[in-house]
């Protein structure tokens, strides 16, 4: 997705069969921190309030079942596609997936994004049911930071 | 350096190195046998030893790397430790007759509430990942620096604050929710109700308020209330203090329990 500035704020580009969005933050701190807390599925819920639960291991192929603020009384039956460990992480399912990436920008900062894109040819159907991910988008990106940040003025 | 410098580092790292295994491995016997394969070790690769740490963080180093060796097939135990193991205490008719055999034969038989709040963070602190539980105890009771901790555990110092935080999280979340003497909703009593059966006489409410972490639990700075629970810790040498046996044959129960509770859950 292009114009994506490292701001936290989510971009969404709607079309007729898809729907994308993403967001980019530069955080203050190392990289294996962020991928140590993306990757720590029993961790989520402590410091990422998008999250009520995930079950399951963030592992290559790993099953998760994720529980979100986003329509609380849905599991989401979600899988690991793709590991590249401390640059990329990718999930999700038939109907889409969800890509983190990471890298590094100099003194000390990482660069966050996470980008989403589900869509089909049965989209339109249910494209109005399907909340918007800006919010979630923002407050993840926004905690992660908050994390992070915390963990590396700790000490 | 010589074989009798190291002897010399060694012997006055030795009580703070066993108390720190068993804090890890939860077994006097391997406590005693990864103790002394470190010293082996050590003399052996002694012309390795390059003064790039000092020669008590070296020794830690090859123990821990012992302890992890002998952790990595045994499943880490779970925060309501204490609570199966109560049920199965309960349940062995043996068990509270041996524990008042010790308390009235052994020199090191008294029940200390203190001393049981460093068995329960013990125990507790098993739950965390190893990495959490080593980098816990070796920063919060055995006062390494970070970069001590990176040498140790072979990691970097982003890693070792992201462990030190998580455990720290971890640790307040579950005493907050579960212990009694800091939290009045608290589920686990297992301080007073040992603490009636073996000092009856005592009042625990006075007792308890001689511990400073109780004392100031009302003022709720939960990061406070955790450093004060692992300053008890740094002040308790679990294998010579006035409960060390009580305590010593309490965590070898609770080890044997959880090491059976972990296999039953995989049948």
């Known amino acids: 997705m292009t114009n994506l500035e490292s701001d936290g704020k989510a971009l969404t580009i709607k079309k007729t069969f898809s729907r994308e969005t993403a967001i980019s933050i530069d955080i203050q701190a190392d990289k294996s921190i962020l991928w140590a807390l993306l990757t720590d599925a029993s961790d989520y819920q402590r410091w990422n309030s998008t999250v009520i639960s995930i079950d399951g291991t963030i592992t290559q192929g790993g099953k998760i079942q994720l529980k979100s603020t986003l329509d609380p009384k849905r599991v989401f039956k979600l899988s690991v596609k793709e590991m590249e460990v401390g640059n990329k992480l990718v999930w999700g399912d038939s109907m889409g997936k969800r890509i983190y990436t990471l890298k590094s920008v100099g003194n000390g900062q990482t660069n966050f994004s996470m980008h989403e894109k589900i869509g089909g040819p049965i989209f339109p159907l249910f494209a109005k049911m399907i909340p918007s991910f800006d919010q979630s988008f923002e407050q993840f990106a926004s905690d992660l930071k908050k994390e992070a940040e915390a963990i590396c003025n700790a000490i | ?267």
């Open chain 2, 1 to 267: 350096m010589t074989i009798e410098q190291l002897t010399n580092e060694f012997e006055l790292a030795r009580p703070q190195l066993k108390s720190y295994i068993l804090r890890i491995t939860a077994s006097i016997e391997d406590a005693e046998d990864i103790v002394q394969d470190s010293f082996i070790k050590a003399a052996q690769k002694i012309y390795t030893f390059q003064h790039k740490s000092s020669v008590k963080t070296w020794i830690f180093t090859i123990a821990s790397n012992l302890a992890k060796d002998n952790l990595r097939a045994k499943k880490r135990w779970t925060e309501n430790v204490n609570d199966i193991c109560k049920s199965e205490a309960l349940a062995n008719p043996n068990y509270f007759p041996e524990l008042v055999q010790i308390q009235q034969t052994s020199l090191h038989g008294q029940f200390e509430i203190k001393e049981h709040i460093a068995f329960c963070l013990t125990c507790i602190s098993k739950s965390l990942p190893l990495e959490q539980q080593i980098c816990m105890l070796l920063k919060e009771v055995y006062e390494f620096k970070v970069l001590e901790i990176t040498q140790i555990l072979d990691t970097s110092e982003a890693m070792v604050k992201y462990y030190l935080h998580n455990s720290r999280a971890k640790m307040i979340s579950i005493f907050d929710g579960r212990c009694a003497l800091i939290n009045k909703e608290g589920v686990c009593h297992q301080c007073s109700e040992l603490n009636g059966i073996f000092n009856p006489k005592q009042n625990f409410e006075v007792e308890k308020n001689k511990i400073e972490m109780a004392k100031l639990a009302d003022k709720g700075d939960k990061e406070h209330l955790l450093n004060l629970r692992l300053q008890i810790l740094r002040d308790i040498d679990p294998f010579s203090s006035n409960g060390s046996e009580l305590q010593l044959h309490h965590l070898e129960f609770n080890r044997k329990i959880m090491e059976n509770y972990s296999g039953k859950k995989e049948e």
